[in-house]
């Protein structure tokens, strides 16, 4: 893959942390830059989609969402609508274990033809930890168009590409959406 250009959807305030999700600590760092140290490896070509201010301290592009109240869904049109670059890396704020090596692995299996690249285990499959080609916008606001906003429905209208990780692996895919989720995080981290 030549060029890539990285988005992550920081999103809004999550009702059930009461916050900004990707400024949430883990080990005294924000999620965000746990994100970003495991990006910058592979580029510095890095967004964020984002409205907030308090995202501001951070040294990178910010671009609020074209059409607002659209989740992740949303956030995956703003980023793909702005994108120079063909394909994408696309992660969501909230996943402070992902490794370098996880997103290299990801980067390296990515075929052409995929419009769309994510991990899947038995269990869980993660689209908000993917590969999105530009070329799938207009189907993408065609989703929001008829408010179909569940990102399961927008694979299954895409030629995609599944990653298979083992369930284990799961854990460095981890997405951190509450209190209790965040401390269990704590604790088996350490």
């Given amino acids: 893959m030549k060029t890539l250009t990285v988005f992550i959807l920081c999103g809004g305030k999550s009702s059930r942390i009461q916050s900004e999700k990707g400024l949430v600590l883990f080990q005294e ?3 965000i830059e746990h994100i970003i140290q495991a990006i910058l490896p592979i580029t510095n070509h890095i967004k964020l989609i984002t409205a907030s201010k308090e995202y501001d301290y951070l040294d990178y ?6 059409i607002e109240e659209k989740g992740p869904l949303g956030g995956i049109y703003t980023a793909l609508s702005h994108s120079e670059t063909e394909f994408n890396l696309i992660l969501s704020c909230d996943i402070p274990l992902i490794s370098t ?3 290299e692995e990801l980067i390296s299996k990515h075929t052409s033809e995929a419009g ?5 285990s038995e269990s869980k499959t993660h689209p ?6 530009k070329e799938i916008v ?5 989703a929001i168009d008829s408010n179909e906003l569940r990102m399961m429905d927008l694979l299954a209208k895409v030629p995609h590409q599944i990653i298979n990780i083992g369930e284990s692996e799961n854990y460095h895919l981890t997405n951190v959406n509450s209190p209790d989720e965040l401390d269990d995080l704590n604790i088996n981290s350490i």
């Fill in 29 to 31: 760092k924000p999620f």
């Fill in 61 to 66: 592009e910010k671009i609020p969402d074209l």
């Fill in 101 to 103: 090596e996880l997103l």
């Fill in 116 to 120: 769309i690249t994510v991990f899947a």
């Fill in 128 to 133: 908000l930890i993917g590969i999105y080609s």
């Fill in 138 to 142: 207009p189907i993408i606001k065609s």
